[in-house]
């Protein structure tokens, strides 16, 4: 007889990848709230508005790629200022680093866009289904006339939203009066079609939808922000010494007599939470420090009449050793935050004075390498170079052209360039010798190009002359 077949062992199947429940932050008002809507005014005034402001004849701020030219207000930078590109992103890394050190993640926030968007789309969204308990009932009910229409108003709000700002995205790329005016007659490039679509579509995705995951599990700054917090660094904390034991009880319950702590346990301090947190269980990479989960708590002692400040922008230390909080702004002065003010400040006053004191003209000269010399019917020695002078300035300059650094060095003939705003011109210059002043080889000469109407704005360029 064979033998019995053993059972064969059933091994259950593990997703790699669980989703989380979709959170449904319920509205709270208080001071860092209003906080938040502050700066979300100002980043969308901002944003919003600058694009349409007009600023000598143009708009404010312009990045015309087209001419490879930027305009910011008085500034206008060309290919060649590539280095005030690279000093801002260092001074966006630096103030990063510097404010993240200080007080943990507040750009994440109050200023960061995907928190300040997913911010106003929520309000939309309560504006139109209501608050956490009616939201959540909505999409547990099935589907009727009421609740499509209810989603399509939402979808139809958040789209008109993302649009716009998709529009006024490339408006900072296109003028955006032109982008307007071919927006009123359909008659739009395909690449202002494209990027309005897709960063409207980001939006539309990000704060609609993605929202917290953006923030959890796709911002590069959320991985990495625990790096620069400290035992000093500031955090929203949850006061464990103060609140625990937590446990419900009655609001005429007096504090303390049933051995609890001040934590009541309501879960309201989740219920705010954007990214769906308990700041109870300790700082979370997931949390992004807008603070909501305080002004939460502190409604909640009031109306236990308990001392607020349960959830609290705190630090570690703080905590720890129960410090004041002048303890802890003289903490927030130690050598890491020196370092990187100092840092910060230097670059940033060095910017400052280099735009403030730039000169509105920039001079590339190359030599002829066809013929590295020549001799004229003269008998002097000639060398041809073409030079290319970029007017930075919004206003048309005429510049004179000058040669010396060799004895009885000279133009062949007198040189001055008309240049318009914001414009580039090139000419060539000839440039002599006697044939018996130098030996063969290269010598170093001195091009300088001044405005006629303003001696300040000149540039001084050296060059090398070649003799047979």
Known sequence: MSEPRKPQRVIPIQPLFASDPKVYPRSISGLFQRWRWVFAWLTQIVFYGLCWLPWNGRQAVLFDLDARRFYVFDFVL???????????????????????????????????????????????????????????????APWSVRKL????????????????????????????????????????????IFWVLFYGAATYGNAGFMREQMCKYICPYAQFQFVMFDPDTLIVAYDETRGEPRGGRSKKAARGEQGLGDCIDCSICVQVCPTGIDIRDGLQLECIGCAACIDACDQVMDKMNYPRGLIRYSTENALKNRSSRSMIVRRSVRPRVLVYTAVFVTLLVATAWSLATRVPLKVDIERDRAALAVETTEGLIENTYRLQLINASEQARTFAVAVDGIEGIHLAEPLEVSVPAASAGVVTAQVRVEPGVLHGGSHPIRFTVVNKDDPRVVVVEDERFWMP
């Open 149 to 192: 229409g209810l989603k399509v108003s939402k979808h139809g709000a958040w789209l008109l939203l993302a649009l716009w700002t998709g529009f006024t995205f490339v408006g900072y790329f296109t003028p955006i009066r032109e982008l307007a005016a071919a927006a009123m007659t359909l008659s739009l490039s395909g690449w202002e």
């Open 78 to 140: 060309w290919p060649q200022d590539i280095i005030y590109l690279a000093v801002l992103l260092v001074l966006s890394a630096l103030a990063l680093f510097l404010f993240t050190t200080v007080a943990g993640r507040l750009w994440c926030g109050y200023t960061c866009p995907q928190t300040v968007y997913t911010e106003i789309f929520l309000w939309i969204e309560r504006r139109i289904e209501g608050d956490r308990p009616r939201r959540m009932k909505l999409d547990a």
